[in-house]
């Protein structure tokens, strides 16, 4: 048994051992702090030799000051001059164009050129020298004393530029504008300037001042299709540019900066005023006294007449030219001049373009719309119109072309035409309108607005929105966009739930080309603009094959029932501002959302024709539709076409053709011509019909008040 009173003795544990951690860890810290003191008094003491006060102060914080954003700007030039460096390495010039092409309409005759007309085989020291002083004083006076960036010049602009005044130079110097020309594009950037201010500083590092100077005179875009001075010596003067005189040097250094503008065959006026400029320009400089420059002032440049290119179909050559580059280079063509036969008809080309803008000039600021394009061919595909906008002069982005679109309503024949090749739908089979939905999206009717029971075809006239979509559910999106790219649509666009109702992007001629397949019997109709090229010499590069086979996109059936409700459309429905009397005529319209795009499309027995409406900035339009301004145009350009022709039928159409009477003739003596409209232009027309009204006027005014109330039978006679 354990002793109740015994108690075990604990081991003590040394407490030496812990005081003496614990003393080491405090004098450490201790020693630690004291140490690091001891350094920063040091290193006060070091850097007080340094430090400075008063107004020594203000300048040693500006130089350290500089000194930081000094390399931040190192840092952020080293990245913006990074694409001036890619450019660089690449060691290459922009491509001058290298072929001249001459185009002929339909019938033989010249309607423009395109491509260069360069020369850079006269030496700088060959040049006048009153062309180069003339270039200098408008340019860039500082030409030989800048590094490349006239920084002088380029304050002087923005301050004018600010005060809203037009300065007689450029911001730019000449080593700048050379750096565009050569290696950038004309885009309007804060990055291209970047980019081009570097570009600028190698020119002047890699050559000399006078290699600056000729590469400019060679490579400088005047108008026309000329690149250089030599080169537009002989277009505009006739002339060698080692003969041309002071007045003729003037004009040509004026049209440097905007030779859209200043070319004297665009506006004479203009380029004598800008030459003038360039004579008070010199004299300013000092390069010349006003006695030398008073005989030039006297007497301007009068330029060789090139009225016949400003009149030219210049939105269809932009395109044609580079059909024909696209030709040159497949058929490995010798040379670099050619001559191409095209299908355009200038008579139609002015029809198109009268209807364009005369609706722009009448209606456009009612709608609130500025721009227009159309795409005319006949049934077979070949162009004979072309508009890409209201006025190439001030824009040359062809809308007919590059512009790509929302066609609203217009695409729905894709959707029908679908529905009758998969369903074996008829245009009286009925349907019901009521609302419909795909996941959360709920077209609407225009008007919000149901009908119930109705048949394909009234739908259709009607544009109703409802039905295309309860199609597209039955038939597949994916069938429905791969028949639009069969019938002639080569943009890709994505399949949306809301394919049916138009959203897409579209071209107007790839929807000429489309809607070419109804009024062709069903046969795939790609719209071409070319049909022969030769060389200067005669020598035959490519010829247009008429006879190639064609593909069959539509079944005959098909198109039958699709014509026959294009013709509802211009008959009952929303097209009936299309009506020809004595020409029936197949469309449909098309108008999307928020009003941003306006069209009508569609065809006759003769032509086919998509017209298209609406702003460059997509703006809103003043509730602007298919069935208004679009179909108002195209109704006006058919009946000017099919003024003087035989009108043609449409297939599946019962239409009843007016009499045609022939006159008596032996048919073996009489020789096929070509069928075209008649060659009065809308102008003359409307020329003509004042001289009329002023000639009644006048009668009426030499009428007596007396016998006011006889019958008139004086103007009749007239």
């Known amino acids: 048994m354990q002793d109740p009173f015994y108690t075990k003795e604990k081991k003590q544990r040394p407490k030496g051992s812990m005081l003496a951690a614990d003393a080491w860890l405090d004098s450490s810290l201790y020693e630690f702090w004291q140490a690091l003191g001891r350094a920063y008094t040091r290193y006060q003491d070091f850097m007080s030799r340094f430090h400075v006060s008063g107004i020594k102060r203000f300048f040693v914080e500006i130089l350290s000051d500089a000194f930081t954003f000094g390399a931040i700007g190192c840092v952020l030039m080293t990245a913006l001059a990074l694409p001036a460096f890619d450019i660089i390495d690449r060691g290459a010039f922009n491509k001058a164009e290298d072929y001249s092409v001459v185009f002929l309409d339909r019938f033989g005759t010249e309607i423009g050129r395109r491509g260069i007309r360069s020369d850079d085989s006269v030496a700088l020291d060959q040049m006048p020298d009153f062309l180069i002083k003339a270039t200098l004083a408008t340019e860039d006076r500082r030409f030989y004393e800048h590094f490349g960036i006239d920084v002088v010049g380029t304050l002087r602009a923005l301050a004018s530029n600010a005060q809203g005044e037009r300065g007689t130079q450029g911001g730019s110097s000449i080593t700048q504008q050379l750096a565009k020309n050569l290696f950038l594009s004309s885009e309007r950037t804060i990055e291209r300037k970047i980019v081009e201010a570097f570009l600028s500083v190698w020119l002047e590092w890699n050559y000399s001042k006078d290699q600056i100077l000729k590469l400019y005179f060679d490579r400088a875009y005047m108008g026309g299709g000329n690149y250089g001075v030599t080169a537009a010596s002989e277009f505009y003067f006739g002339k060698r540019v080692q003969d041309i005189n002071l007045a003729e040097a003037a004009m040509l250094a004026g049209m440097f900066k905007a030779p859209g503008n200043y070319a004297p065959h665009v506006d004479l006026a203009a380029a004598r005023g800008r030459a003038n400029l360039v004579l008070t320009n010199l004299v300013a400089s000092g390069f010349l006294t006003e006695g030398q420059v008073t005989a030039a002032r006297r007497h301007p440049a009068a330029a060789i007449d090139r009225s016949q290119d400003i009149n030219s179909p210049n939105y269809f050559l932009d395109w044609a030219f580079e059909e024909a580059k696209t030709l040159i280079e497949a058929n490995n063509a010798p040379g670099n001049n050619f001559v191409v036969r095209t299908t355009i008809d200038t008579t139609l080309q002015a029809y198109a373009e009268e209807a364009i803008t005369s609706v722009i000039r009448e209606q456009g600021e009612q709608y609130r719309v500025e721009q227009g394009a159309m795409v005319v061919t006949d049934t077979q595909g070949a162009i004979r119109a072309m508009v890409g906008g209201t006025d190439y ?180 429905g929303t097209g009936t501002r299309a009506r020809i009397e004595g020409v029936p005529t197949l469309g449909k319209t098309g108008t999307t959302t928020s009003y941003r795009d306006a069209w009508f ?24 539709t298919g069935g208004t301004l679009p179909t108002i145009a195209w109704q006006k350009f058919m009946a000017y076409a099919h003024t003087n022709v035989e009108v043609k039928p449409v297939f599946g159409i019962d239409f009843q053709m007016p009499e045609q009477i022939i006159a008596d003739a032996d048919p073996e003596n009489v020789e096929e011509i070509i069928e075209r409209p008649p060659s009065l232009k809308p102008a003359a027309a409307r020329k003509l019909l004042d001289l009329a009204d002023r000639l009644e006027a006048t009668i009426d005014l030499n009428t007596p008040r007396d016998t006011a109330q006889a019958p008139a039978t004086g103007t009749a006679e007239l």
């Open 393 to 572: 002069a001030k824009s040359q982005f062809n809308r007919a072309i590059v512009s790509n679109r929302q066609p609203g309503s217009s695409f729905k024949p894709f959707v029908y035409a679908e529905a009758f090749e998969q369903l074996g739908l008829t245009p009286t089979d009925t349907v019901s309108d009521h609302p419909v939905c795909i996941g959360d999206w709920c077209p609407q009717n225009y008007g919000r607005s149901y009908r119930g029971q109705t048949t394909l075809i009234s739908a259709f006239a009607a544009s109703i929105n409802t039905i295309p979509v309860t199609l597209s559910i039955k038939t597949g999106r994916d069938t429905i966009a791969a028949l639009s790219h069969r019938m002639g649509l080569r943009q890709e666009y994505p399949v949306t739930r809301s394919l049916a109702l138009g959203v897409a992007s579209v071209s107007v001629i790839d929807m000429t080309s489309s809607y070419a397949v109804f009024a062709n019997h069903g046969y795939k109709t790609q719209a071409y603009g070319l049909t022969r090229m030769t060389t200067l010499n005669d020598q035959l590069v490519w010829e247009l094959d008429p006879e190639a086979p064609r593909e069959r996109v539509l079944s005959e059936q098909t198109v039958a029932y699709m014509n026959e409700m294009m013709y509802a459309v211009t008959q009952s």
């Open 601 to 624: 499309c569609g065809f006759t027995g003769n032509f086919v024709a998509a017209v298209w409406f609406g702003n460059d900035d997509y703006r809103t339009t003043n509730n602007l």
